[in-house]
């Protein structure tokens, strides 16, 4: 008997261009996952009829449902169709521009490029050339920048911000400017995908169609790679003995794991820097819902339509007990920001910024004897007129 195993499964994925039908045309693109968790249910009614062996006779299968998703550790590029399909639109933004690279203390120029895509308020990053020192490369690899003003090649930074002497450039060709973004709230209608598990040991084919965007995860714990999950609502399921998926599959980007340490870009709430020796955060995570539900109707085996409901916005800031200043925004009802990023050493990166978030609890935990004071901050995060979003995802 040959049983089969997880270690040799791949997952797989096409967007649909008709929800619940796989495309004849295109390929299929390979996805790196630490755990598949896509299923499907059947609902079965017994009958419920009297007689007088005292037995049922017979059940009839009512519905089907089809769920879940993926598991992941973040990397770039790999999971950018599903953070743009969970909140409803698509990256837009500056892309990206190359010119002669001047930075001062505030203010960065690329001479050669256009920046007016660069809106005030806004983050972006630079990527020095491989000819520049690897301190140099690193420096701007992992660092976000965020827009004060634009005025024709030059960016002023915003407030807060600065570029150390050791990172100040002058006049270098070859740098790069870098920025898209994806913002919640915008877009009434996701894509859907096909999703495929395939078993190659024992040569089956687990296929999901009709898979509707619901939830994003992101998890940023200490010593830990990124981790995170992508959930879905489904449409229909099947299991076959070949693939179902058009055209030859293409390979995931493999692009280096992103981690909660040295990875760190920048981690800011109120405008405060959350990296430094005031404040130690030791984990924050990040969820997006949309709410879907499932709508039944007569004749329709599974779902007739899935109906879209609230985009809810929330996560939990947990941080050493070491001021007040946390604390009192949440006492205080406070409207505040909260904006992180990560990037790997290439500078490949993400960074979430909340406009509009309100701690809903503040507790104090790990009062005991030998252990640190911690305080747990769940948050929501809401919709902001001024930035016409209540999430922006950047990517770079």
Do not use: C
């Not at 049983?3 to 495309?23: D, H, W």
């Not at 619901?214 to 940023?220: A, E, G």
């Not at 995931?252 to 990296?275: H, Q, R, T, W, Y």
């Not at 955060?281 to 539900?293: A, G, Q, T, Y």
């Amino acid at each position: 008997m040959t049983a089969a195993s997880s270690n040799t499964g791949q997952l797989r994925y096409i967007k649909e261009t008709v929800a619940g039908t796989t495309p004849t045309t295109g390929n299929g693109k390979e996805l790196r996952t630490t755990q598949p968790t896509m299923k499907a249910g059947l609902t079965t009614v017994k009958s419920t009829e009297i007689n007088k062996f005292r037995q049922v006779q017979s059940s009839t299968v009512t519905d089907l449902s089809v769920d879940g998703g993926l598991d992941f550790e973040l990397s770039a590029k790999e999971y950018d169709p599903f953070i743009e399909s969970v909140l409803f639109g698509e990256f837009a933004g500056l892309g990206e521009v190359t010119g002669t690279f001047t930075s001062t203390d505030t203010k960065l120029s690329l001479v050669g490029a256009t920046l007016t895509p660069l809106k005030p308020g806004t983050w972006f990053k630079v990527y020095a050339p491989a000819s520049e020192p690897e301190a140099v490369r690193r420096y701007y690899a992992k660092t976000w920048f965020k827009v004060g003003s634009v005025s024709g090649t030059d960016v002023t930074l915003a407030a807060g911000q600065q570029v150390p002497a050791p990172y100040r450039i002058t006049g270098k060709a070859g740098y790069k400017f870098s920025q898209k973004v994806v913002q919640g709230g915008t877009g009434t209608k996701a894509p859907s995908f096909t999703l495929e598990w395939e078993q190659a040991d024992i040569n089956q084919f687990l296929v999901y169609r009709g898979m509707m965007p619901n939830t994003l995860s992101l998890n940023f714990e200490v010593g830990a790679i990124v981790k995170g999950s992508v959930g879905f609502m489904g449409m229909t399921h099947d299991i076959t003995q070949a693939t179902t998926l058009p055209g030859s599959p293409e390979a995931s980007f493999g692009e280096d794991v992103m981690n909660s340490v040295s990875d760190m870009g920048v981690i800011e709430a109120a405008g405060k820097n959350l990296l430094s020796n005031d404040d130690f955060i030791k984990s924050l995570k990040f969820d997006v819902n949309n709410n879907l539900r499932g709508q039944k109707a007569i004749g329709h085996f599974g779902n007739a339509g899935v109906g879209v409901g609230e985009l809810a916005v929330s996560g939990t800031i947990e941080a050493y007990f070491q001021n007040a200043d946390l604390y009192k925004k949440w006492l205080n009802s406070e409207v505040i920001t909260v904006v992180f990023g990560v990037s790997d050493n290439n500078g490949n990166g993400y960074l979430v910024e909340l406009p509009k978030v309100k701690f809903r609890e503040g507790s104090v935990n790990g009062i005991q004897k030998d252990q640190d004071v911690m305080l747990s901050l769940p948050f929501d995060a809401f919709y902001d007129k001024a930035a016409n979003t209540g999430v922006r995802i950047y990517k770079a």
